[in-house]
Every structure is written in structure tokens, then in C-alpha cells.
């Protein structure tokens, strides 16, 4: 029923104010839709409905058009509330937790320059923080592009995502869809610990007390995505194999697996998860010196060589070059090498330098580096400097991970060590 209508109401108002009018208060409405599980009353305008949605077209006024009060169970009132109004307006209010139902109702009803506006929204307003919410919802409501557009942030930030509380929210789908990837760059370890916490909390949404037995109970098949065969043995042995997540047989089995890779696993994946793709030009500038000071001419690389520093990380890393100091003579071109602790070679490359204080030097390819790792940079006959660095720092902080500068040992230099010297950085991304 309307509501009490104000006099004069279309006085001073433009068309679009008019219609929202028309449509919050009730008046001259023509046609009443029941919504939602609560079939809740929402009236509308055929006129207006059929102009601007082919569903509504065919639902109003085609030849198999309903008559009297449409039932629409399938979307919230809210949802059907906001379709509604941006159906008379041209205007909506998105939000993270209202846009991907509208995106879903605005699908159902044609209504294609809402569906653009709700991917807008989704493409700038998705990350890591809300990105489980998301893959919830497109589960929910079936959307793939969203789906996808979800797993992309997932793969580029596992570890990060892994560890949130919204993780722990998502259903048991979600979570198998997330765990069984390829695409997951993280250490097995990080996947059985996010799956341990889901479990203890799904085993609170059950009303079940928290043992391993309910845990196993609740992952069902999910545990089947963690890949217990190419975990690290030590963490293995330490967390999980004197647990009753998995049966004495299937530890049994895993440990035999250890000793024989041609043992048949069935059920458990023995094949690594893909390393995340770093992206190019994306990387961050990581500094070891405390102080720089300008060189004397020649006074550098005329008697030194070479110039070498390594480092390690304690997390896996992408290295994209490093810094260096510029050139006395305005321009020079020197060899680069990286080196593992093996002795392979990384990286070899020639470099042309300027003659400015500081110079990023970005590789030909990027190197990836694993956690623990040793890797040695070398300056092959090193570079007449404009500048050299002092106070060293042997471990720097970027971004959560810990970089380590040692002394190289494989290609020992007089002039650049951990304290001192060239080489004062790296371009890193995670």
C-alpha cells in the first residue's frame, strides 16, 4: 500500500528524483514481487520495469507473463531492493558485502550496465583482505569471473591469505578449492597448519568438542589436498605424525614414500605446488649501508678486482637485480654474476652504469631464491666507483622477511664485505 503522499511532490524535483519517489513511497505501483525466503512485499512499475529489462519484458508483458503477485525466492530483499533502484536511477550504493548478490540478480534480470558497474567495483575494490569473502560469495551465487579473478589474488599472496581469520569462515568447498592448487606457492607445512585451524573451527560451528578425531571427522577429503609426502621430514616426524589426524597406515605409508618415491601413495599428491610467477618491474629496493661516501678518484676497483657480497633469506624470494654506485667516468660496463652455494651460476650479464650516486641494475631474468639459500653477487673486476658504503647492516627487514649480508666465501674480495663496500642493494619482490 502507498504511503501518504506529499502535495506537490513533482514540484522542483528532476525525472530521476520523481522515479525514486515513485518507487519509495509506493505510488500508482502496478505490480508487486514477494522476495526472498521471507517473501517480503516490494512494489514496482511495470512501465518502468519492461523499458529497462528484458526479463522483466518477457515476465510483465510477453505472452507467458505472469499474473498477480511474482514470487522471487531466489534473491535477498536487500539485493532485490537495490536492483530495483538502480533500475529507476542509474544509481547504487556498492559495497564488498552487497555487490556480488546485486552482480547475481543484475545477471537474472539483463540488466547489463549494472553487471559493468558491479565488475568495476570488483576489479578495484578486491584484495587480500577481503578476497575469502569474495570466493565465498562466488561460490554462493555461481560466478566464475569472480571465481577466477579470487584465485588470482590467492595465488599471488598464499601465505598471507592462509593465515587469516576469514579462511577459517569459508566452507568446506572453498577451502578444498583453495588447498588442492597447483597454483599455491606457500611450504606444505603452511597448508596442513591453515587447514588445522579451519577444522577447529568448523568443529565449533558443529557443536563438536575439539580432538583430532572431530578434526579428521570435519576436513573429511580436504585432507587429502595437503601434500603430506613432500612435507619436510623433521616437521613431519615433530607435528603431525604422533597426532590422529592421519591412521597409523597412512603414516606408515608416507614414511615409506620418503624412502621409496616409487611407493603409490593413491590418495595423497606427491607433485610440488607451481612457484608464484614474479611479476616484472614489480620489486622493491632492500639497503645494507648505514652511510655512503663519495670516492677520490680511482680510488676504488684500481687495485681491489672484483666485488662481492652474499646474502640468504628466510623466506622464498624473487631477486630482480641490485644496486649499485655509479660510475666515475660517466659511463662503464661491467659483468655481473649470481652464483648458489653450489657454485652454479645464476646470472651473467653485462651492465652499463651512469655516473649518478646510485644505479638500479634490473637482470635479464629474475632469479628465484629459496629460503636458507646462499647466493653470492659478484661485480666481475669490479667498478670505479663514485661512491662506497659503510656501517653495514648484516640483516635488513623487507616487508615481513629477514634478509641476512655474509662475507663471501666463494668469491672472496679485499675492498666489499657485510660492513663496507659496493654493492649496497638488492631489488627483491616477494
Not at 525525472?15 to 512494489?43: H, I
Not at 537495490?82 to 529507476?88: D, S, T
Not at 611407493?263 to 616484472?280: A, D, G, Q, T, Y
Not at 662475507?407 to 663496500?421: E, F, K, L, R
Request: hydrophobic share 35%; net charge negative; with cysteine.
Amino acid at each position: 500500500m502507498a504511503s501518504v503522499v506529499e502535495l506537490d511532490w513533482q514540484c522542483n524535483r528532476t525525472l530521476v528524483q520523481c522515479l525514486d519517489y515513485m518507487l519509495t513511497s509506493g505510488l500508482a505501483c502496478d505490480v508487486t514481487f514477494l522476495v526472498g525466503e521471507g517473501k517480503a512485499r516490494l512494489s514496482a512499475h511495470r512501465t518502468i520495469l519492461v523499458a529497462r529489462s528484458p526479463v522483466f519484458y518477457a515476465m510483465l508483458e510477453g505472452r507467458l507473463a505472469e499474473r498477480g503477485e511474482i514470487i522471487i525466492p531466489d534473491i535477498s530483499q536487500e539485493s532485490f531492493s537495490l536492483l530495483l533502484r538502480y533500475v529507476y536511477t542509474d544509481d547504487i550504493k556498492l559495497t564488498i558485502a552487497n555487490v556480488t548478490p546485486v552482480l547475481s540478480a543484475a545477471r537474472k534480470y539483463c540488466v547489463d550496465q549494472l553487471v559493468k558497474k558491479c565488475e568495476e567495483f570488483l576489479q578495484t575494490n578486491i584484495n587480500a583482505e577481503n578476497v575469502c569473502l569474495m570466493l565465498e560469495n562466488s561460490h554462493m551465487f555461481m560466478e566464475e569471473n569472480l571465481r577466477q579473478n579470487c584465485f588470482q589474488i590467492i595465488h599471488d599472496s598464499s601465505e598471507k591469505i592462509l593465515q587469516t581469520t576469514d579462511f577459517t569462515e569459508l566452507c568446506c568447498a572453498c577451502v578444498k578449492s583453495i588447498t588442492e592448487s597447483d597454483d599455491l606457492a606457500v611450504d606444505e607445512s603452511l597448508v596442513y597448519e591453515a587447514v588445522i585451524r579451519w577444522s577447529e573451527a568448523e568443529c565449533g560451528r558443529q557443536g563438536l568438542e575439539v580432538t583430532d578425531i572431530n578434526r579428521r571427522e570435519v576436513i573429511g577429503d580436504i585432507l587429502y589436498t595437503v601434500r603430506f609426502p613432500i612435507m619436510d621430514t623433521k616437521y613431519f616426524a615433530r607435528e603431525i605424525s604422533f597426532r590422529d589426524i592421519l591412521t597409523t597406515k597412512e603414516i606408515s605409508n608416507i614414511y615409506r614414500y620418503d624412502k621409496d618415491n616409487m611407493f603409490n601413495l593413491c590418495k595423497f599428491s606427491v607433485s610440488r605446488r607451481h612457484k608464484r610467477k614474479p611479476k616484472e618491474g614489480e620489486f622493491e629496493s632492500v639497503t645494507r649501508f648505514g652511510r655512503t661516501r663519495r670516492a677520490r678518484r680511482h680510488i676504488w676497483n684500481s687495485t681491489y678486482g672484483s666485488d662481492s657480497i652474499a646474502f640468504r633469506s628466510n623466506e622464498d624470494v624473487y631477486l630482480h637485480g641490485i644496486l649499485t654506485y655509479g660510475a666515475q667516468d660517466g659511463c662503464e660496463e661491467i659483468v655481473i654474476g649470481v652464483y648458489n652455494e653450489k657454485g652454479d651460476t645464476l646470472y651473467r650479464g653485462s651492465h652499463s652504469l651512469s655516473h649518478k650516486t646510485y644505479c638500479q641494475v634490473v637482470f635479464d631474468d629474475v632469479i628465484s631464491v629459496c629460503r636458507g639459500e646462499t647466493i653470492d653477487v659478484v661485480l666481475h673486476g669490479g667498478v670505479h666507483a663514485t661512491a662506497y658504503g659503510l656501517d653495514g647492516k648484516c640483516t635488513v627487514q623487507f616487508q615481513d622477511v629477514i634478509i641476512t649480508f655474509l662475507d663471501s666465501t666463494s668469491h672472496p674480495c679485499v675492498s666489499t664485505n657485510a660492513t663496507q663496500g659496493q654493492i649496497p642493494g638488492l631489488l627483491l619482490s616477494l
